[in-house]
T-cell receptor, first 114, second 110 residues
Framework: DTAVSQTPKYLVTQMGNDKSIKCEQNLGHDTMYWYKQDSKKFLKIMFSYNNKELIINETVPNRFSPKSPDKAHLNLHINSLELGDSAVYFC?????????????FGEGSRLTVL | AQSVTQPDIHITVSEGASLELRCNYS??????LFWYVQSPGQGLQLLLK??????LVQGIKGFEAEFKRSQSSFNLRKPSVHWSDAAEYFCAVALYKLSFGAGTTVTVRA
């Protein structure tokens, strides 16, 4: 059983489109995250949710909207996609309520905006 | 400003040789420290972590790391590298949130 699963794994789309990435964790963790990894492999946190409540929102354009319907799911919706949004997006989860614990990562969703 | 630095962008090592990856941090207090590994096309996996106590910590896959407060460093080591250790390695520090270094790419030659 995959602990943190993301879909889709690959996404190719045109500029201006809207797309969503879904994430589910079966670890019973309270906290979930979205990270963005750029072409230079630099990882930056975007959002963090604890028990469906947003706790970290790192200067991300408001075209990006996370949604957590329950504590096992954290989805990322992106409006009006831009070229610079091309990246690998990682979902992660942790048991800790603040970001001091071990994170379990999904395999990533590679978004390519043409 | 708070930061975590991995000075080496790319390291090439022969199979069976030892490996050391450097990590330095700049924080007001001692943060929690982590090393993660990312194999090609995969997500990140935690190798080891340091919260407090013994400054030499053992991790998975034969890795260890040593915390040196005086040098603000948390270097990762492995005595004998296997071809499967070729990957991207990230040092990370946590003080209210987890921040990653830029990563070090490890290439293993036969």
């Amino acid at each position: 059983d995959t602990a943190v699963s993301q879909t889709p794994k690959y996404l190719v789309t045109q500029m201006g489109n809207d797309k969503s990435i879904k994430c589910e964790q079966n670890l019973g963790h309270d906290t979930m995250y979205w990270y963005k990894q750029d072409s230079k492999k630099f990882l930056k946190i975007m959002f963090s949710y604890n028990n469906k409540e947003l706790i970290i929102n790192e200067t991300v354009p408001n075209r990006f909207s996370p949604k957590s319907p329950d504590k096992a799911h954290l989805n990322l919706h992106i409006n009006s996609l831009e070229l610079g949004d091309s990246a690998v997006y990682f979902c992660a989860s942790s048991q800790a309520s603040v970001d001091t614990g071990e994170l379990f990562f999904g395999e990533g969703s590679r978004l390519t905006v043409l | 400003a708070q930061s975590v630095t991995q000075p080496d962008i790319h390291i090439t090592v022969s199979e069976g040789a030892s490996l050391e990856l450097r990590c330095n941090y700049s924080y007001g207090a001692t943060p929690y420290l982590f090393w993660y590994v990312q194999s090609p096309g995969q997500g990140l996996q935690l190798l080891l972590k340091y919260f407090s106590g013994d400054t030499l910590v053992q991790g998975i896959k034969g890795f260890e790391a040593e915390f040196k407060r005086s040098q603000s460093s948390f270097n990762l080591r492995k005595p004998s590298v296997h071809w499967s250790d070729a990957a991207e390695y990230f040092c990370a520090v946590a003080l209210y949130k987890l921040s990653f270094g830029a990563g070090t790419t490890v290439t293993v030659r036969a």
